[in-house]
């Protein structure tokens, strides 16, 4: 089972430039999640999706978008990077009560991005 | 503002003795708790849930406690293995089904064997 992956593990940016962390699900969870975490510091939510087609603004959503065209992925894409967004990324996916999430998040392994 | 507080960065206990683990919370309309693990270099993995409606709960070596007047809640590991060495978030959100949860910053626990 892979279970909730993202690429890429490490990626050091400079100042300014954009990219896309990708994350992608094969649980077919209706829920996706993107966290981010400081050093001494709890996951922060930045943006969250309850189905294709649908997202919504977490915690930090500035400098950041995303989209979610198909159930499976869920990618998050940084623009004009800045040192602030230094920190670890998480992806995570939750599958539906009936109620809404269960808030049992199956989380990837993360990715660590270093703004220079 | 922290509404969910971990005040131990870190702790360590003996193999095969209890680990306590605690957590306290601000918003009163936070109603279901959990618990998650995570390893070095690897995502968070849930560990154990509770409900405001219950005051303990149970799932092996691991319990646990909530105590709602106080907004406390507690994971007790018994007894205490050296694959439980981990950091441990607490988490919460208010009303089951919604899809925010907030973090806690962790506790880093050490079994020392």
């Known amino acids: 089972n892979a279970g909730v992956t993202q690429t890429p593990k490490f990626r050091i940016l400079k100042i300014g430039q954009s990219m896309t962390l990708q994350c992608t699900q094969d649980m077919n969870h209706n829920y996706m999640y993107w966290y981010r975490q400081d050093p001494g510091m709890g996951l922060k939510l930045i943006y969250y999706s309850v189905g294709a087609g649908i997202t919504d603004k977490g915690e930090v959503p500035n400098g950041y978008n995303v989209s979610r065209s198909t159930t499976e992925d869920f990618p998050l894409r940084l623009e004009l990077a800045a040192p602030s967004q230094t920190s670890v990324y998480f992806c995570?996916?939750?599958?539906?009560?009936?109620?809404?999430?269960?808030?049992?998040?199956?989380f990837g392994s993360g990715t660590q991005l270093s703004v220079l | 503002d922290q509404q969910v507080k971990q005040n131990s960065p870190s702790l360590s206990v003996q193999e095969g003795r209890i680990s306590i683990l605690n957590c306290d919370y601000t918003?009163?309309?936070?109603?279901?708790f959990l618990w998650y693990k995570k390893y070095p270099a690897e995502g968070p993995t849930f560990l154990i849930s509770?409900?405001?409606?219950?005051d303990k709960n149970e799932d092996g070596r691991f319990t646990v406690f909530l105590n709602k007047s106080a907004k406390h809640l507690s994971l007790h590991i018994v007894p205490s293995q050296p694959g439980d060495s981990a950091v441990y978030f607490c988490?919460?959100?208010?009303?089951?089904?919604?899809?925010?949860?907030?973090f806690g910053t962790g506790t880093r626990l050490t079994i020392i064997p």
């Open positions: 918003n009163s309309m936070f109603d279901y």
């Open positions: 988490a919460a959100t208010a009303n089951f089904g919604n899809e925010k949860l907030t």
């Open positions: 995570a996916s939750s599958y539906d009560s009936g109620g809404g999430s269960t808030g049992k998040l199956f």
């Open positions: 509770i409900s405001s409606i219950k």
